[in-house]
């Protein structure tokens, strides 16, 4: 099999991968603490090949799995899922036959309810911190709500606000297709999203629906955390930008831990801080 093609990713990833590295390190240092918890586990739902190519330096860097694994005390276990067998390959390469890491290959959302989650429940006393970092309008709100009600699951999630732009919240609703109309229930959990993703304005003739900004859009979706999927605490998402200072995505934390989320604010807000600080001095 012939190795994956390592991403090309740029400052906005890597300050991603630097929240993931501060957040997993501390995360690891509470959970390897506490005495009552018998597992915590890290689990991956869009592990990929485990690194990347930094576009700023060309160097090779670790990715989230390599960053996890590097945590201490470790984690009970390890869970890394992706679709490509290529980079399935490379995961099980990277573990080097520890018995603390699984690696799936398939469809994550269906990996993760069936097979990783069951294994990390409140009643026994179980923990885990589950990123999900796609590259489209994923996961599905099964499992986003699964983890919130399981509340024993920390999540990481980013909520692809440009792939919703181009192909589901057109300007013209009618003119979606039915394939991307079920994308985005299937990420929504239902069709609410249009009533939160569009406002009324009266038109020449008749009302006409306007598209919200995407500040409105993700701050439907954080309400939609705590309220619909159960998470007590969700953290204002940091909007993650491309090289032309475009939104690509917003970096989502839910959480039914005070002390997690009150680590994963303090994460964000340095992360924003930076982004501002680049932002500054590019503009100067």
């Excluded at 590259?135 to 692809?160: C, H």
């Excluded at 181009?166 to 959990?189: C, H, I, T, Y």
């Excluded at 989502?252 to 964000?268: P, Q, R, Y």
Aim: charged residues 25%; neutral net charge; hydrophobic residues 35%.
């Amino acid at each position: 099999m012939t190795e994956p093609k390592l991403d090309e990713v740029g400052h906005w990833t890597e300050i991603k991968l630097q929240i993931i590295r501060d957040y997993t390190a501390a995360y690891a240092k509470v959970l390897g603490n506490q005495r009552i918890i018998r597992h915590f586990a890290y689990i991956d739902g869009f592990a990929g090949a485990g690194a990347h190519i930094s576009r700023e330096t060309g160097q090779e860097i670790e990715g989230s799995p390599a960053i996890a694994l590097k945590a201490q005390p470790p984690f009970s276990h390890y869970h890394f899922i992706d679709l490509d067998g290529r980079r399935a390959a490379r995961l099980r390469q990277l573990a080097g036959g520890r018995s603390d890491v699984s690696v799936y290959e398939g469809n994550s959302n269906d990996i993760l309810l069936t097979k990783v989650f069951p294994t990390v429940r409140y009643e026994d006393y179980a923990r885990g911190l589950c990123l999900l970092d796609p590259y489209d309008l994923n996961p599905s709100w099964q499992v986003v709500q699964t983890a919130g009600r399981m509340k024993s699951i920390e999540i990481f999630l980013n909520f692809m606000i440009m792939d919703a732009n181009m192909n589901v919240l057109r300007k013209n609703p009618e003119d979606v297709s039915a394939s991307q109309l079920e994308r985005m229930n299937a990420f929504w959990g239902d069709d609410s999203w249009r009533k939160q993703c569009y406002r009324n304005e009266p038109g020449l003739f008749c009302d006409m629906e306007e598209k919200q900004s995407n500040e409105a859009i993700v701050g439907a979706y954080r309400r939609r955390l705590k309220e619909v999927a159960g998470f007590k605490y969700v953290p204002e998402p940091l909007p993650m930008r491309n090289t032309r200072g475009v939104v690509v995505y917003y970096l989502c934390f839910a959480s039914n831990n005070e002390i997690g989320a009150k680590i994963a604010t303090g994460v964000l807000k340095s992360a924003m801080k930076k982004c501002q600080d680049r932002d500054s001095s590019d503009g100067a």
